[in-house]
């Protein structure tokens, strides 16, 4: 069976998004530090994703794919596959509006993330930490559910739904120069790429990648997508590879990936704990990682910094880690 | 020598140290959790001072007070005695006039605090731990620089300063039923008193107490001020005792003062970090600990709730202790 063309969303399809999702999330505060500014000699505007109710900016997306079905649909409800804060923003999402979540996920996915997507009313079935396996279950709970599959981030609903968080950073500050978010699958930096590219399109858009799962980068250098197979960085969000979708936007509109080392992520997340006063994951300071040591590259820039998420076990801190 | 009569601040001198201090300090966000909300029952929204550039509400205070000072003051500089966010805050404060400050730190004071006040500009004279060596060497000090005494919290200017902090609460905010804050010496609580008690005379005003460290609720009970010699808590910033100035606002215008456990503050701080996904010190936690406890008398209700800083030692948060 041929896939059906790909549909790519649209400027109009982000702003009706915004619309639609506005009563389901916050408009998350834009933080500034003036020590983090003197340390990268940059004027930085982080936009605090990790202060959504879920704890990341994935609720944009999840939520304008639940808000959008329609009845019929809704009525069977969602379904997807995910260890991390996908699962539970869509799950909260679909709590909201009333109807069944499912969510597949590892057997060795954090029991706080599973106990989180049940406390959003979210039904969690487990499988081996496989794809094959992954696959296999996600089939059987679909064919049984009948739930409507919202991918992760290879999903125009939910590039959409991400893009009007740079709507909103846009509207927070003046005159930036340059947007920077990690990037994993691309869902963030494809939204990022979809309002700017329109709203903004001088405003240069860098992704930030770790070295140890550099996939992406390497799909930029090579113009074509390459996936590796399990990458290992504490930055757990950004684990996955880019997708069609997400690679349309990250082809076309983005103007640098670059890298920072598992030691400089820890680093900055741990200065931006101390300095910004926030709580977030490891994924998130890699941008923070990518300023410090591309000093060059950003200082004298007014740059906006899309923390994504802040669901992090208290209990194992990496710079704890003995 | 007699004292001078006690000056007490007004409503009109909050407003004027507002206006003073606006382009000094951050108007902070405002920030809720649905899930704090359903542990509590009541509608909970955290004022976050911890988001200040130098990380504590006291921010207000020490700029009201350095940027209050003629000239020819200024240009002594201020000085005080603080092992805590008071030195940090009246240090940057004097930085951003570029006058000087002098702060004596008992030699025990964390590296990280004595670090923070060099960094912004301080002068830091040690001391030996005890009161009897502050006293000595704090004369000697303000005799050689002739710096303006700021005392951490008893002192009308400072107190002026932190009434700010709940002005722009009730901005931020509609129908507030309680506004609760630490109580240490009483300088928040006091501004909060000053503000409210014209402002808004019907909200109720909890101060939140370590058992530990409970001789503001003794003295409230009593009615005078009991000090106590060397309370030990994990919430350090709330050892010191009530002053005349401040226990003229506790006693008039507070409506309770509850107090928690330490066991019980180590649980509100980490559900606060985890939930609210801000870092924030453990005598923040007091409040929403408090509230946690006395379930009947906040639920149903729209409580303010003060978190007053963020400079925490990353290395050794209290959960980690084996």
């Known amino acids: 069976m041929k896939d059906a063309p790909m549909y790519i969303p649209t400027y109009e399809d982000m702003l009706a998004a915004h619309d639609r999702i506005r009563p389901h999330i916050r408009r998350t505060p834009v933080l500034t530090s003036d020590h983090l500014d003197d340390l990268t000699g940059a004027k930085l505007f982080f936009k605090c994703e990790n202060l959504q109710e879920p704890g990341a900016f994935k609720v944009r997306g999840a939520s304008n794919a639940v808000f959008g079905l329609d009845e019929d649909q809704a009525r069977l409800g969602v379904a997807t596959h995910s260890s991390g ?25 954090p029991q706080a993330k599973k106990d989180a997507v049940r406390r959003y009313g979210g039904q969690v079935t487990e499988c081996e930490p496989s794809t094959s396996s992954r696959e296999e279950v996600f089939a059987r709970v679909q064919q049984e559910t009948g739930g409507e599959f919202v991918h992760p981030y290879n999903d125009p609903r939910v590039i959409a739904g991400q893009g009007t968080c740079s709507k909103e950073l846009m509207e927070q500050t003046e005159g930036l120069d340059i947007v920077t978010a990690p990037i994993g699958g691309g869902g963030m930096i494809s939204g990022t790429c979809l309002t700017l590219s329109t709203l903004a399109p001088e405003v240069q858009i860098i992704a930030a990648e770790p070295e140890q799962a550099d996939d992406a980068m390497r799909s930029f250098k090579a113009g074509h997508i390459i996936a590796d197979d399990a990458p290992e960085t504490i930055a757990d969000g950004l684990k996955v590879p880019l997708k069609d979708l997400t690679w349309h936007f990250v082809s076309n509109h983005v103007s640098d990936i670059l890298t920072a080392s598992e030691e400089e992520i820890v680093e900055a997340m741990k200065i931006t704990w101390k300095y910004l006063r926030i709580v977030m994951e490891p994924s998130c300071a890699v941008p923070l990682a990518v300023i410090l040591k591309n000093r060059e590259r950003f200082a004298g820039k007014r740059v906006g910094v899309v923390v994504t998420g802040g669901n992090v076990d208290l209990d194992r801190l990496p710079w704890m880690a003995g």
């Not at 699962?87 to 060795?108: D, E, F, Q």
């Open 85 to 109: 804060n996908h699962a539970l923003c869509l799950s909260y999402a679909a709590g909201r509006r009333g109807i069944p979540c499912n969510v597949v996920m590892p057997k060795t996915a």
